[in-house]
């Protein structure tokens, strides 16, 4: 068998159907795929291949044509029409060609059709394949129907997104050495990895320690599973919250539980306790002393809570100092500032170096010198602070003090005040010259703070709370040793207008 070029017997075959076999074969032969058969069929004898082909040719012939059931005939015994192929219309529906052709009227329906069918309908008679396309819509839409105010819940894929994820106030988040933060609920920790929840509690994340970098708890994420009348569910989040250090955000969500009246499963008396607790851990001795006298008042003839009563005391003795009888005039003396009155203590942060803070009084005059030393360390910083009764500085426009740094460099120092809220003020940083001493000045009035409030980002704030300074914090920022000397520590009053 000779077959000419594909291209030839392709165009062969397009222009005219095949006259004879050898046409139809001969374009197989240049398809990979089908090069096999064609070999194969070359080697059949011509014999085969013409009973072959013959055969196909009857059996299609005999489909073809149409056949009368002898059985089927009419009562007077002529044939019956014979039966058409294809699908055929149901008794009492029209059939499309009949609708196309405006023979048929649609009866009116039981409902309104949607108005997207009832326009297609009314142009059926000019556009056909319109109304073809708008019974095909009918149909598939009749599946999807519901009773009229049923109650029909919506797939998961059609739910709204949780607008609050990937929010710090919303969620728990992880973030990790690289940067990267993972969101959800932090469920539990163990001592080499974390488990996080995710996706509405329905998946479980294991995160290994070693590539964390911290843990930010969110009591919105334990809240948000609670019955806005849980309040017993409420006070134990708030527990959570202190648990986790979260006092202020635990001491607003007592604060709101105890202005409800009727609450069942918790009562003023122990949220009263936790809010001195909570204001006793910031150190804001005096609405500790506050929330502890009313936790005090509610209890029973016979019951004493003495851990408590004894804090009371202490903090009584803190907040409200006794002025001592001299039993003759002192003599002259140096006059002592805050550097004297206080507790003036090292923080321990987690991103600060570690210093030791001592007081020290001359002998001879009486005066008393806070002495402050550092190691150095990785840190950017060190700090420490003065907790006392709580200072109004609304009269007050800067701190001045006397300060000595016995480095060989000059260290960098700058200063913050903490408000009843618990924000955090921080000044811009002085430069304090080696071996002298100097004197040196903070402001407290005017747009000089950056703050949690403006997340520390620009000293544009001004000191809010000024009625209610709880805390003083030093912060010295470097990583080398260094000693510093701190004395007469006052405020300056404003200057009247």
């Known amino acids: 068998m000779q077959a000419g070029s594909p291209h030839h017997n392709l165009g062969r075959l397009e222009a005219a159907p095949p006259s004879n076999w050898s046409d139809v074969v001969a374009p197989w032969v240049y ?16 014999k085969l291949m013409s009973i072959a082909v013959l055969a196909a040719m009857i059996g299609g012939s005999a489909l073809a044509a149409e056949k009368v059931d002898p059985a089927a005939t009419t009562p007077g015994g002529t044939p019956a029409a014979p039966r058409p192929h294809g699908p055929q219309p149901r008794p009492g529906i029209p059939s499309k060609a009949d609708i196309t052709a405006g023979k048929i009227n649609a009866p009116a329906a039981a409902h309104p059709a949607p108005a997207a069918n009832a326009a297609a309908a009314g142009n059926a008679k000019a556009d056909p394949a319109t109304a073809a396309a708008a019974g095909k819509a009918d ?18 894929k059609d739910k709204p997104a949780d607008t609050g994820k990937g929010t710090e106030e919303k969620l728990d988040f992880i973030e990790m050495i690289t940067g990267d933060k993972m969101y959800g609920k932090i469920h539990k920790e163990f001592p080499e990895y974390v488990i996080l929840m995710v996706k509405e509690d329905s998946g479980r994340i294991k995160v290994p320690k070693e590539k964390i970098k911290s843990l930010n708890y969110s009591m919105d994420t334990r809240l948000k599973s609670l019955e806005e009348e849980d309040y017993a569910g409420k006070f134990k989040v708030g527990m959570w919250g202190m648990e986790k250090g979260m006092y202020q955000q635990s001491i607003a969500l007592f604060e709101d539980i105890k202005k409800t009246e009727n609450k069942e499963g918790v009562d003023n008396g122990e949220i009263n306790k936790q809010l001195g607790r909570a204001y006793d851990a910031l150190h804001q001795s005096d609405k500790a002393l506050e929330a502890y006298n009313e936790y005090k008042q509610g209890w029973k003839e016979g019951f004493v809570d003495a851990e408590v009563a004894e804090r009371i005391t202490k903090l009584d003795e803190e907040v409200n100092p006794k002025v001592a009888e001299a039993a003759k005039p002192a003599a002259a003396k140096v006059v002592d500032g805050l550097e004297a009155d206080g507790n003036w203590v090292a923080e321990t942060w987690n991103n600060a170096n570690p210093c030791t803070v001592t007081l020290s009084t001359d002998p001879k005059s009486g005066n ?45 120092l700058a200063c913050a005040f903490v408000n009843g809220q618990g924000d955090f003020h921080e000044s811009k940083m002085l430069k304090i010259p080696a071996k002298s001493w100097v004197s040196q000045s903070f402001k407290v009035e005017g747009k000089v703070f950056k703050s949690n409030r403006n997340d520390f980002k620009e000293w544009n704030l001004d000191l809010a709370g000024r009625e209610h300074i709880s805390r003083i914090t030093f912060l010295v920022y470097g990583q080398k040793p260094f000693t510093l000397y701190l004395d007469s520590l006052f405020f300056k009053e404003a200057k009247a207008n």
Do not use: W
Not at 31 to 46: C, D, F, I, N, V
Not at 385 to 402: G, I, T
């Open 368 to 412: 008393k010198v806070i002495a402050i030393t550092s190691v150095g360390g990785t840190k950017d910083k060190m700090a420490f602070s003065r907790y006392a009764q709580p200072l109004d500085l609304r009269e007050s426009s800067e701190m001045v003090f006397k300060i000595f740094n016995s480095a060989d460099a000059p260290v960098n």
């Open 31 to 46: 398809y990979p795929k089908m090069r096999g058969l064609a070999t194969s069929l070359e080697k059949m004898p011509m």
């Open 139 to 156: 149909a598939k839409g009749a599946g999807r129907k519901v009773a009229e105010g049923a109650d029909v819940k919506p797939r998961e």
